[in-house]
């Protein structure tokens, strides 16, 4: 369960789900990593989505990478994971 955003950007998305905040390109699998970022329970299951540890020295930070036709990444959604739910969750993009 989605607890709390970093990104103001992802969290009016979400509450919003207002689809033009974000370039058509990516805006829907942004927002399917949301909604899976949502549902999940288990740590095992932000593997399965292509998530992986952020940081070995802190192991709840985790990122799933956005992509533009499952091919060229353009950042990445980042929260902290525990116990179930996800915190800040944010979008990186890159430069």
Known sequence: MII??????LQR???EA???LLPNTY????????MLLDAVEIINDLVLLGGFV????KPDNWAV????NDVEP???ITCYFTK???YDVDLNEYS
């Open 84 to 86: 179930g739910s996800a």
């Open 27 to 34: 805006v829907h699998e942004v927002a399917e990593i949301l």
């Open 13 to 15: 998305m979400w509450e």
């Open 4 to 9: 709390n955003f970093k990104s103001a950007l």
């Open 54 to 57: 952020v940081n070995e020295y």
């Open 74 to 76: 353009i950042g990445s």
């Open 65 to 68: 990478t956005v992509t533009v």
């Open 18 to 20: 207002d689809m033009t």
